[in-house]
C-alpha cells in the first residue's frame, strides 16, 4: 500500500503502511504532515491522552465540597448528592448517574475521560437545573472522578427566588 501526503512538493510515496520507516527526512514538517495525512493515532491510548471511553460503571462514593450561593442553603445539593452515586451506562459513552432518592441525570463520557451531566430535578419545593462536568482518572487502580457543579434552584423561600448554588464534588469508586 502507498501513502500520499497531499500537497508536498518533492514528496516521495513510501511502500510501509502509513508507518515512518522509509519516509525521506529532509524536513521535520515533511513527516508531521506525513503522519497527519496516514492518520498517525494510535487509538488504543488509554486515558487524558485520548483513545478508548473508560468503563466507569459503579457504586461511587461522593463528597461535596467549597460550595457557594444561594444564601448559605446549601442542603439543596449536599441532601442528594453526597453519598451514594450509582452509575450505569445506556451506552458506550451515554450513561446514567443516578443519586439518592431517585435523582437522575443522563449524561456522557469520552476517549478523554471528560464527562458531563445535566437535567431537570424536584427536591422538596424546588426545581434544580443541574449541570456537572469534569474528569474521570484512576488512582492505585481505583477509579475517581472530580467535577464541578453549577444548579440553578427556583425555589420561592429565597430571597431572589432563583439562585444559582457552584460546588465541586469529588468521587471514589466503591464497587463495580
Known amino acids: 500500500m502507498t501513502c500520499h501526503a ?5 514528496w516521495q510515496p513510501t511502500t510501509e503502511f502509513c508507518g515512518a520507516k522509509n519516509v525521506p527526512m529532509q524536513k521535520p514538517v515533511i513527516l508531521l504532515l ?18 478508548n471511553v473508560p468503563d466507569v460503571e459503579g457504586t461511587y462514593n461522593v463528597m461535596i465540597n467549597g460550595a457557594t450561593g444561594c444564601e448559605g442553603e446549601y442542603s439543596v445539593l449536599t441532601d ?4 451514594f452515586l450509582g452509575i450505569t451506562a445506556a451506552s ?6 443516578e443519586f439518592r432518592d431517585g435523582i437522575s441525570f443522563s449524561g456522557s463520557v469520552d476517549a478523554t ?9 424536584t427536591w422538596g419545593e ?3 437545573y443541574v ?11 481505583i477509579m ?15 430571597t431572589s427566588n432563583n439562585c444559582i448554588l457552584d460546588a465541586t464534588m469529588e468521587a471514589t469508586q466503591i464497587a463495580r
Request: hydrophobic share 30%; charged share 20%; glycine share 16%.
Open 6 to 10: 497531499h500537497g508536498i512538493s518533492g
Open 34 to 51: 506525513f503522519l497527519c495525512a496516514c492518520g498517525g493515532h494510535d487509538s488504543s491510548d488509554t486515558g487524558a491522552s485520548g483513545g
Open 80 to 83: 442528594w448528592a453526597q453519598g
Open 92 to 97: 458506550q459513552t451515554e450513561l446514567v448517574f
Open 113 to 121: 475521560w471528560s464527562y458531563s451531566f445535566g437535567g431537570t430535578a
Open 126 to 128: 424546588a426545581t434544580l
Open 131 to 141: 449541570y456537572n462536568s469534569g474528569m474521570f482518572y484512576q488512582e492505585d487502580d
Open 144 to 158: 475517581k472522578m472530580s467535577g464541578d457543579f453549577e444548579v440553578e434552584v427556583d425555589d420561592d423561600e429565597f
